[in-house]
């Protein structure tokens, strides 16, 4: 069974690169360009991993990140920003993100956390 992916990013070449970053791993990518189109995505259907832009126009990451793990606990969320400081790593941490990274995001360290998602995403549905 392929995961559900879901991309939130506002800027389009952030977007389209990190679904071409994921094109080679058993996955079904979705798209969505604001925090709001991303919730909407996930109450439509059941998604098991959101890479989460913090600043997002209509609904930031870090207000995405709480409504998913209200409504969705199961989803990952990894945060990415541009603008990080401990003290939003700690605060997203703490409500529940699977991880929190800094753009530019190391395609290398990001690959291997999807990679985790995916593999205990199989390890509990086996």
Do not use: C, W
């Amino acid at each position: 069974m392929r995961l559900k992916v879901l991309i939130a990013e506002d800027e389009k070449n952030a977007r389209e690169g990190l679904k071409l970053l994921l094109r080679d791993r058993p996955l079904d990518i979705r798209l969505a360009a604001d925090g709001e189109e991303a919730l909407q995505i996930i109450r439509a259907e059941p998604i098991a991993l959101v890479l989460a832009d913090f600043k997002m126009p209509r609904l930031d990451g870090f207000e995405l990140l709480k409504r998913i793990k209200e409504e969705s606990p199961a989803t990952e969320v990894i945060i990415l920003t541009g603008h990080g400081t401990v003290e939003s790593a700690r605060d997203a941490m703490r409500h529940g993100a699977y991880y929190y990274l800094t753009k530019p995001v190391d395609i290398y360290e990001l690959s291997t956390l999807v990679d985790h998602v995916i593999l205990e995403s199989n390890l509990r549905d086996e």
